[in-house]
């Protein structure tokens, strides 16, 4: 079964330093998303990206975050100058197809942690 | 804007016995309706997913149901097993595509 698969499995970093997350979506899907869960939390959508572009964002993705997607099969979410309260897991997912009728895949999630 | 809410929160059951997890949302106009499995520390695992012409999906023990009309989806999982201890999220999505998280139904099956 396609898989959504992200790298690293988990960053430290220290306070202030930026961060690439990186992610290969399911080839043929055409909507890939940033999600992020805080230790204890829900999980929350950060932002969704669709022919080349952001389609939507939350208020949680501000000017520190940006999304690229750098070649036809790499997603990568970067954080400039990390915070302590950026600590999360990170899930990169997938959707296929127009119309919106298809289910989301997850990557397995990278764990950053912030020093 | 939409809201998810999950009860309960925790359950624990012994082994074998049918369950029944709840999630209602607060908008009718739901797209999809998704199912997902964490185990602790991991990522989202798809168990189900209910698109917004349907009104279940039945995965070999599982079984979803959508309710737009109550604002309700439920999770049945027949004969529980210790394998399907872990944390049970339901997420729906609207015309907007982004999904929208309960908080989750940690559940516990004793041997």
């Known amino acids: 079964e396609p898989e959504v698969t992200q790298t690293p499995s988990h960053q430290v970093t220290q306070m202030g330093q930026e961060v690439i997350l990186r992610c290969v979506p399911i080839?043929?899907?055409?909507?890939f998303y940033w999600y992020r869960q805080i230790l204890g939390q829900k999980v929350e959508f950060l932002v969704s990206?669709?022919?080349?572009?952001?389609?939507?964002k939350s208020e949680i993705f501000d000017d520190q975050f940006s999304v690229e997607r750098p070649d036809g099969s790499n997603f990568t979410l970067k954080i400039r100058s990390t915070k302590l309260e950026d600590s999360a897991m990170y899930f990169c997912?997938?959707?296929?197809?127009?119309?919106?009728?298809?289910?989301?895949?997850f990557g397995s999630g990278t764990r950053l942690t912030v020093v | 804007k939409q809201e998810v809410t999950q009860i309960p929160a925790a359950l624990s059951v012994p082994e074998g016995e049918n369950l029944v997890l709840n999630c209602s949302f607060t908008?009718?106009?739901?797209?999809?309706l998704q199912w997902f499995r964490q185990d602790p520390g991991k990522g989202l695992t798809s168990l189900l997913l209910?698109?917004?012409?349907?009104r279940e999906q039945t995965s070999g023990r599982l079984n979803a149901s959508l309710d737009k009309s109550s604002g309700r989806s439920t999770l049945y999982i027949a004969a529980s097993q210790p394998g399907d201890s872990a944390t049970y999220l339901c997420?729906?999505?609207?015309?907007?595509?982004?999904?929208?998280f309960g908080s989750g139904t940690q559940l516990t099956v004793l041997p």
């Open positions: 209910i698109q917004s012409s349907q």
């Open positions: 990206f669709y022919n080349n572009e952001i389609s939507e």
């Open positions: 080839s043929n899907h055409l909507y």
């Open positions: 908008d009718s106009a739901i797209y999809n």
């Open positions: 997912a997938s959707s296929g197809g127009q119309g919106g009728n298809y289910g989301y895949t």
């Open positions: 997420a729906g999505s609207g015309s907007a595509r982004q999904l929208t």
